[in-house]
């Protein structure tokens, strides 16, 4: 990969900026533009409701499985091509699941799962090595991006299928690919590693200045850590919905709004720890209130389930909270691009992997027990785990601060 350029003067650096978040907004909005519009999507299609639901769970698997895969690609072909050649991706697979029947659908929700790996593991190099001051609050201004992306689509996939049906309403978010990429190219380039590289490049693509980084013990307790966080995002974010219409009767847009409410109150979250980092709040003292607002969406749920939109306005800015400290400690601590590279992808794979059978465990222990107390008690202990792995992470890895 050719030299990355040097920032010159706010313009330039405020361009880089616009490139990652217009990124980010990619990353989870072709996945959440689904649900509003699956109904009418299974009657077309002909599908069950198993086979509605692998196209919403397969980009998670594909972040599990395809993350080594990607970051070998990265330490090859350099951030700026994957990236841009991601962004194509989704755009391709965006079209590709509209416009056929359930086969074309399936491929076209693969390409978009890979193509959002990419940016899984591009996203926090690419931080940590052009905002090398400001990685906590970049990181924050990302996690806000990412759920950004969730609550448009979430929001507008419905009322834009009511008008041209749902293969249009889901295509149209292809539009979100296409502006990423016209920044993305004239923010970085669109550049194949080079065999000679320059000094960026070379910490982007050489040896890693800390081999051991898989062998650390803060790499995998943040892998726990996040395992643990992803488990119960996903597994919320599909059943929320049914947990408040089957115990308060609620209508399913009421409840689906549910969802909305717990992805929109992530961007604060992102945005409101760096915030806090910035005025040299210790990091374990802000993942300590990260821990009790998750906590609180699955007891309150069991004890005051009226009270539902404070539990999920509370974890909502919890869980947006928790991935910029994950990936903030990620940036900080890896020692060198490389091994920010490769600390990130462990990370997202063990996480990713687990996260992917969130909402399957949750239904079999909902159907098994025939209630909610049980599935809530498992969100429960997946939180706890996710909170004691941060706090030993970071016990190993120090206080951090966005400097």
Known sequence: MSQVRPLVGPAARGLLLSAVLLYALNLRAPI?????????????????????????GVPVLCFALATPLVSVLLARLGTSLVVAASLVTVLAGTVLRSSGGAT???VG?????????????????VIGRDFPGHVARVTGLYTAALNGGSVLTTTLTAPLAELVGWRWALASWGLLAVAGLAVWLRAYGWRRASRSPGPAAAADVGPDARPDVLRRAVTWLLAVSFAGQAFGYYAVSAWLPSVLHDELGLAPTASGGAAALFQLFGMVGGVAV??????????????????VGWVLLPVGLLVGPRWWPLWCTLAGVAQGGNFAVIFTVVATTAGSQSGARRMSAAIQTFGYGCAALGPSVLGAVHTAS???TAPLLVVLGSVLTMSVAAQLALARAGSVHDR
């Not at 959440?32 to 919403?56: C, F, H």
């Not at 929700?109 to 926090?124: K, M």
């Not at 760096?274 to 821990?291: D, N, T, Y």
């Open 370 to 372: 025939g209630g909610w």
């Open 109 to 125: 929700t693969v390409l978009i799962g890979v193509a959002i790996t990419a940016g899984n593991v591009a996203v926090p190099v």
């Open 274 to 291: 760096p915030l806090a980092l910035g005025r040299r709040v210790p990091v374990r003292v802000v993942m300590v209130a990260i821990s």
């Open 32 to 56: 959440t533009a689904l649900a509003p519009v699956v109904e009418p999507l299974r009657d077309d299609l002909g599908l069950s409701a198993a086979g509605a639901g692998l196209l919403t």
């Open 104 to 106: 074309t659908a399936l």
